[in-house]
């Protein structure tokens, strides 16, 4: 029986929506990390004092996840060092600094696409992955064995502030569905729906007017509910089919692509050029000038804020992302990666102290997968795996709907992320 998914309603704060954006100038200096995507750290393939080009491979892919990573700007390796992942872990990262000149490595050229291999192994080299965030490897996804007969292009973006992906709807139209019809017709895939939250009407009449004659590429229009740009909330929605618990998306026979990377495979495809830079929403409470800047691979997010006319003492805390799923930097200086689509400054709110839950279901209401979050919480405290297993706490995608509800300030996203960790893998 399939259950009828919740969700919650939060403000749009969608100002940047209308805002044409805004091209960063060269930095002086960029800071790549070798880890931006799921999967292993790329291995770094160059040396201090190198002479490096836009575009050129800095470092290999290093596993089945893992990517490859370009430089963003052309001049000389300056260092070579390590920067702290929000999981504890450290990874390498080559800062370059820039000549200024932007010139273009010698072996950038339009990749030659044959069949679905092909286009597979190019986005691989593209160094492309999930745009929204996520950071999933998009050629695996593109990899798989399944029958696909529906792609699912997420255009949802239904956090606040963020409006990255809208953006690139309403300036690059031809870009998007051009890349759709590369997925297409290498996959052959023979539908595509753009799934799009009912809040960016002038993203909806673009692409509506291109694909005004098109029978394959349809526009499905969502209601206004986080988080319902989560792939298993999204893949239901659009087709009532449901991904259960250790099932992938292709399973069911859908694939989920991120808009901006159906629109970055287009011009990979064309130019060659890899992905060095992505457009990022610059917003929060302590910013006086919000936009959308087109940013360079590695930059600093203080370079933006800058831009932005960003009041620093003011500011409490970066969130790289969306204020529900985004992730707390220590510093403005965190380098921007491939999965930054936006950066916020906001100031200091009022703490308001846990209370006992008072059993008012909020949570269970809000949860989109209708998990039960409090007798989640119980069983984590009892480290009570089998009742972890039972209450299907693997399906939490940490949207912190429940949290976000909650009116005892209880900490419930937090600890489903928790309980998912004490459960044996395999």
């Given amino acids: 029986m399939i259950r009828k998914l919740g969700g919650i309603r939060l403000p749009h704060l969608k100002g940047t929506q209308i805002s044409e954006t805004i091209i960063q100038n060269t930095p002086k200096k960029v800071m790549i990390p070798m880890s931006m995507s799921m999967g292993s750290e790329a291995e770094i393939a160059i040396n201090i004092g190198d002479t490096v080009f836009v575009g050129q491979k800095i470092a290999q ?16 390796v300056s260092a070579i060092g390590e920067m702290r992942l929000i999981n504890g ?56 064995k399944s029958d696909i007969d529906t792609l699912i292009i997420n255009a949802a973006e239904c956090e606040p502030y963020i409006t990255s992906d809208c953006r690139e709807i309403i300036e690059h139209t031809d870009d998007v569905t051009d890349g759709i ?3 297409m017709k290498w996959l052959d895939i023979k539908k595509a729906i753009i799934a799009i939250e009912a809040n960016k009407p002038e993203a909806i009449e673009a692409l509506n007017q291109n694909l005004e004659n098109s029978s394959d590429i349809s526009v499905f229009v969502l209601p206004e509910s986080y988080p319902q740009g989560a792939e298993k909330v999204i893949i239901h929605t659009v087709t009532k089919r449901v991904v259960k618990v250790g099932m992938l998306p292709s399973d069911v026979g859908v694939i989920v692509i991120n808009v901006s990377t159906a629109s970055q495979i287009k011009r990979y495809c064309d130019t060659g050029i890899p992905l060095i830079k992505r457009r990022v929403t610059v917003e929060g409470d302590c910013v006086s000038k919000p936009c959308n800047i087109m940013a360079y691979i590695g930059t600093s997010a203080r370079e933006l804020f800058e831009l ?28 921007i990666t491939k999965t930054t689509n936006a950066i916020l ?21 809000a949860c989109p997968l209708k998990l039960m979050p409090t007798e989640i919480e119980k069983a984590y405290n009892a480290r009570d795996i089998d009742r972890l297993k039972k209450l299907d706490v693997m399906l939490c995608m940490n949207c912190a709907s429940c949290s976000y509800v909650c009116p005892a300030n209880r900490n419930l996203a937090e600890t489903n992320q928790l309980a998912k960790s004490i459960i044996p893998k395999g």
């Fill in 345 to 365: 400054a906001l100031a200091k709110k009022e703490y308001k102290p846990q209370t006992a839950c008072i059993r008012c279901a909020r949570c269970i209401n």
């Fill in 61 to 76: 892919s290093s596993g089945a996840l893992s990517l490859p990573i370009h430089s963003s700007v052309s001049g000389k």
């Fill in 89 to 144: 872990a450290k990874c390498k990262t080559v800062e370059i600094e820039s000549d200024g000149e932007q010139t273009l490595s010698a072996d950038i050229k339009p990749p030659q696409i044959t069949d679905k291999d092909s286009f597979i192994d190019a986005v691989k080299e593209s160094g492309i992955c999930g745009l929204g965030g996520a950071g999933f490897p998009t050629y695996i996804k593109l990899s798989t």
């Fill in 181 to 183: 019809r590369l997925i």
């Fill in 308 to 335: 932005a006319d960003t009041n620093f003492s003011k500011v409490n805390r970066v969130i790289f992302g969306g204020p529900m799923m985004g992730i707390s930097k220590m510093s403005a200086d965190a380098p």
